[in-house]
């Protein structure tokens, strides 16, 4: 098992994805359902609604099925922490992990 390549707090690093997830409404939602449609490509429409309606526990949910994806350390109720701290370094780490294993 590895660990993400991305940090969860490079938010940073790319100012565009960055300024998406933190000042869009309900970007860091869009975000994290396009990482978990780049993982499985089944559409962005049920993550979404996970995350937006769940909040942490739909977040960390979808960050389980990306760590399932790309065989990543870490647990549900790990998952459910970093999202709880800080969703939206969450779901931007998860996007930019998602589009860079997927090129």
Do not use: H
């Not at 409404?25 to 769940?54: H, I």
């Amino acid at each position: 098992m590895a660990n993400f390549n991305e940090d969860l707090f490079g938010c940073f690093s790319e100012l565009p994805v960055c300024l998406f997830g933190c000042c869009v409404p309900a970007g860091v939602c869009c975000l994290q359902a396009a990482a978990v449609d780049k993982c499985y490509g089944q559409g962005k429409f049920v993550p979404f609604l996970f995350v937006c309606c769940l909040g942490c526990i739909g977040g960390a949910i979808n960050r389980g099925k990306i760590r399932l994806r790309y065989s990543l350390e870490g647990s549900f109720c790990g998952d459910l922490l970093t999202w709880w701290i800080c969703g939206t370094c969450a779901g931007i780490q998860e996007y930019k992990e998602a589009r860079n294993r997927s090129r």
